[in-house]
């Protein structure tokens, strides 16, 4: 029944262009071809395989929100240079084609919404930015996302997709663990459900900090979640890594996830979860 | 390297040998001593400022004094505790009350070990997710009885282990740094050595952040920088710099509260003299926070960290 | 056995049969049921108590229901969270919010399995560490945001393993006990089938604990105390006399604070109908506890087994 | 130099009788014949092997309190037969075996005293009274003590060795597990700690409930510590046990007991670490 909702509002809105390859995204899985209009009906997840696809910010909230509920709180915040970082390339060099590339300031985007009609607070990171890099700007506007839901009385919804500390804001970057945890604290002194949404891939900073003081984590079917990064590890112990290690199964045998949730089931569950947790009605 | 730092050791050393000499016997050596403090002085103004990677390389100098270098020297009464109570104990992060210079505290140490033995067993410092979680009971019964953290960080970062990703070693560090920003007793946290990545943050949230003078702090390792960049460890000199990681950089971004002296050349060269410089500023510290109510400090250190960062706003 | 347990079963069903043909078409079958049920009480006056150990048999019999299945009937929204976040998940204690008959609650459950694939993959219902330690996980989740606790108890005991033991059994049921004593939500608990030992009350610390008709409850198992008296555990029928381990019993010591009925012949024979008993039961003592303070609930809770005990002063 | 203390405090005051039994012990372990009076100066630890022999509890608070300074709390609480249990023999036949073996009511002495001079409450369980076993009277008296501890603001001290709860209280026993743990709390929220020393054996309810809930958990070398008993373990998992398993060091390895402490250190051990807890300076 979720599905069925899920699919009546999926409608794509966008025409079929004439240009061929713009119809089509290959599975990163399988390799089949599909027709991105499938795709999108079907919350990125690859309807052969079940293989689920890396989104966009604006993409994430449009999987998870209601239709047109969300307001952006993000965007003002922007990155600076404060080491004068050059390696082989300048760090303002970096930031302005991630941002001409992605259309944000930086790898992160916060707003409030509905989610079946319940309010919430959404902080979305986005990977096509540098890797989903944690800088000084994605703490801030988490931070700021999670005193907003605060002060707004709202359930807070973080989803994750990074591969850690931004190395080009070094120490500033590593302060951003701490940061965030305070405005966290804040959120759960008002008695208000903070839920972690761990996609592909989660890992380093992120993982050893917001990611993973939330009150339910929820990580996506087959997402990569750690905190070393598998080639690390790799030298470190110098043997094969089983199969499956790191991905969202595995850490739930581990019991370090709540739960592994189907893109296309997560409003559902949200909503439910949330609405037990605030003891607010969503209407379903 | 610039200048001769070896000459400079060798004077320095020689220096002391004379002061050590005229207050034992009583004579009065400063017309040997005068000259020699002299050329000190000029070898010290020649030779310039330390590069970045030349400090990192006297954080990881042999004979660097330890985290129990210092509780040996500082400390009296230190009674480890043992164990998370859930899985193991680890000896890369230990703890366990003692006095600090007669103050009674609950120590946090990052402890590398000595030789290669113990810095085998203590994975040169990188501790595991039941490290952390040790941490955060030793937490729990300072924030019970009310006794002041002192945490003494030095780890090139926790260790990355299928073991340790196994037991959740990102969790345990989210839940260390949590504890650490909720308590209601100072935290006085100094990096001794090696500050590497959320291994060293997790319990490196302090009132007041301290750092020796030539400890690094870094959200990476030169050399996993390097691999990055450049695919290319070696080139980690490069990356030190490029990283600011420096005592006098970390001061300069506001991550830390004060740069801890340490003697010419390097706290290996006189550990007693590195201790007592760090026994006094972190006993300074504990001193001042210990005028704070419970509140105070818990908010004080909420709003430390919630104001770092560099950004602009449009 | 004494009476004819397996004739009243029939009468009774034939008896519920009649009375839903009635019910649904609206005819008054009275002159027939009347009859019948005349002869469904003699037979029950006829066959007298149940031994203890005959309780014990259905206690266990197959297809009583599990926790699971009371959920399914009396709940909505059940959203099962997993992992201690420190080691692993647990089968045999699971847990979630959910609605119970409407009122939003954290369920702790344990979980024996309903085929024999489930309950092998569950230990039949016997925790290991983690499994207390989820849910005392779970329990920090009631308390922030205000949910009281539905615990359904049904096990032979804490799993006795060898790793069970490494990870500190011993530790995770304490733990367990601390935390559901310090609670400030309401906290009911219901024996629904076993409660073996300390397995058994590490969710077993309610402001209320009930108890079905046929479950037992003891300090150890009607086996293991035959093993222990008599090194013979086919003995167990002796030893649950001895022990005093049944509803009545447990009633009569102070230990629950109500008996809840079961169709006769036990919960298997009519799941429904003993899952009405249950959430009516159950229900009904929420309803009563969230009329109190949080302050009150903690501290009725702790006054409610600081009490307990069978004692002589001189 | 605690070593040194240590023996001139426990000069043996009995003198050498001429029944020859009575003047020496066979240690358990390295079936060594010692001089009583050498075990008694050492603390009850062999001194050919150093193992610790169990201790009766007027031996323990020998062995832990400044001489002279207990002052017993309990022996009023007595046990009754609630369940009129019988099996091989009645309860009441078992229990006044007991007491007269022991010249106790019940498995259990409270009291208060001195530990190098600095106040404490203490309570030892008897492992010579039917197993250690806790029924109702040992959970009273425990909990009498943490309050009386918290009451008269002393730390308190509970040593335990029992085979668990008592089988012949059935559930009432098994109350004792939680009716602890609230005069514990008691004791927690007055801020005093609580320190457990686990001597051999200590298993069953005890381990699951007061005896690991401890401040800081000090276990004797070589005791056998766990929640279940080897014989059902290995019953279980059908397979052989390893050496030294639920052995007080193999907990310390597994990270549940905080140090274990030879009994000839114990005295200043649990000074310090009292003095540290409570800024009480002890005077040493
Ligand atoms: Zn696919
Ligand atoms: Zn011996």
Known sequence: MALDRFFRRRRPQQQPGADV???????????ESIYNRDLLSNAYVCPKCGHHLRLGAAQRVDVLLDEGSFTPLSGKVRPVDALNFHDTE??????????????????ILTGSGTLLNLPVTLAVMDFAFSGGSMGSVVGEEISRAAEFAAEHGTPLLI?????????????????????????????AEAGLPYVSILSDPTTGGVTASFATIADVIVAEPGALIGFAGPRVIQQTIRQHLPEGFQRAEFLLDHGMVDAVVDRREQRPYLANLLGLLTKYEASA | MTGSPEALRELE???????????????????????LRQEVQRLREASGPLSRWERVQLARAPGRPTALDYVDRLCTGFTELHGDRRFGDDPALIGGPARWMGVPVMLLLQQKGRDTKTKIKRRFGSANPEGYRKAVRLMDLAEKFGLPVVALVDTQGAYPGLEAEERGQGWAIAESIRRMLSLRVPVVCAVIGEGGSGGALAVGVGNRVLIQENAWYSVISPEGAASIIWKDASKAPLAAEALKLTAPDLLDLGIVEEVIPEPTGGAHLNPEEAAAAVGEAVGRHLAELMAQSPQELKKGRAARFRALGAFTET
Chains 1, 4 share one sequence.
């Open chain 2, 13 to 35: 050393a020689r220096v002391r040998d004379l002061e050590a000499t005229a207050e034992r016997t009583g004579q009065n050596l400063d017309a040997s001593i005068s000259p």
């Open chain 1, 159 to 187: 989803v994750t997709a990074s591969g850690g500390a931004r190395m080009q804001e070094s120490a500033l970057s590593l302060m951003q663990m701490a940061k965030t945890t305070v405005a966290l604290e804040t959120l």
């Open chain 1, 90 to 107: 300048a760090y303002t060099d970096r930031l302005r084609r991630a941002q001409a590339k992605t259309g944000r300031p930086d790898a």
């Open chain 1, 21 to 31: 390859p713009e119809l089509w995204t290959q599975c990163p899985q399988c390799k």
